[in-house]
């Protein structure tokens, strides 16, 4: 089966179980979606959202943010990994946004800014602004490689492989949904694709092999 092919029926399978994809980080505004993207980075959506709610209660705003010192943003997300340089980092964020004249859909503006790299711009594109995009990261890089969708070696370029095969209005939903799909049915250790709804089709039988002597 081509890439074209084990796509359409993939897509078949996410519609199916996925029909709404809502974003799985809690958030009222534009700017709490973005801090809580960039505090997503190297941690799970579930710590983030036991975090913001005590973070955005001081601070849900640029204004409010570039207010507190780095120490007291450090200890609202203490709990979260690279707490140290993300609090650095949200409070350079605020500083740029206020600076800048408030978030717009300018995909070189959101990466300037601190702590925002492509995958978080993106998210904000697709999620906030509606724009097409598909925001990579390890877990869909991870599920594309299993599936046979890309054989890239960064996110970067499964970005774009990933691109090329799904139209542009599934991009936003479709990121989600296989996000969705890896935390309940392909997590990245132990997984027996033989029994996994997709990988059990998707994947070569080299790579299921593979895997297989990881457990």
Known sequence: MNRIDKSIKIGRILDELYSDTPIPLDHSSAYTL?????????????????????????????????????????????????????????????????????????????????????????????????????????????????WGLSKAKNVEMTERDLKKIWDKNLWNKRHLQIIFFGREHCPARRHQLENCPICSWAASKKRINEEKKKY
């Open 34 to 146: 973005l801090v809580a993207v960039a505090l997503s980075a190297q941690t799970t959506d579930k710590k983030v959202n036991q975090v913001t709610p005590r973070l955005f209660a001081k601070a849900s705003t640029p204004e409010q943010m570039s207010n507190l010192k780095v120490a007291t943003i450090q200890k609202l997300i203490q709990e979260i990994g690279l707490a140290p340089t993300k609090a650095k980092n949200l409070k350079k964020m605020a500083e740029q946004i206020i600076e800048g004249g408030g978030l717009r859909p300018d995909w070189a503006y959101l990466e300037s800014l601190a702590g925002v790299g492509h995958k978080t711009a993106s998210v904000m594109m697709a999620q906030w602004y509606g724009i097409p995009a598909f925001p990579v990261d390890t877990h869909i890089h991870r599920l594309a490689a299993r």
